[in-house]
Nanobody, 132 residues
């Protein structure tokens, strides 16, 4: 079984910063993970969950255009943790943020990347609220 625990959300003013964390826990020693951060804005459905950033086991990253230059995804393999550093936050960033993961061994079925369909494991979400 695989468990994702995402945390670090909160309420900040416009221009502020937050750092989200996603701990990936598994009873099986997978060779590596593709981890992504997604967000679901108020009133949006799960299918409208928006990709924010992703990172593969080699450390390669991708970002949505809306967050490039403001958000940074990184990983600490020793802690099985992926971080999302969010700077210059804007009201449009208000959403529930979810981390998602897929082990390398499942790559034939789930490709990771900036696609919701690319992941087979999801965290419970952490709320980010940005006020003006």
């Amino acid at each position: 079984q695989v468990y994702l625990t995402d945390s670090g959300g909160g309420s900040v003013q416009s221009g502020g910063s937050l750092r989200l964390s996603c701990v990936v826990a598994s009873g099986y020693a997978y060779s590596g993970w593709y981890v992504g951060w997604f967000r679901q804005a108020p009133g949006k459905t799960r299918k409208e969950r928006e990709a924010v950033a992703c990172i593969d086991s080699a450390g390669r990253t991708s970002y949505a255009d809306s967050v490039k230059g403001r958000f940074t995804i990184s990983q600490d393999n020793a802690k099985n943790t992926v971080y999302l550093q969010m700077d210059s936050l804007q009201s449009e960033d208000t959403a529930m943020y979810y981390c998602a993961a897929v082990p390398n061994e499942d790559a034939a079925f789930y490709s990771g990347g900036l696609r919701r369909e690319g992941y087979n494991y999801w965290g419970q979400g952490t709320q980010v609220t940005v006020s003006t």
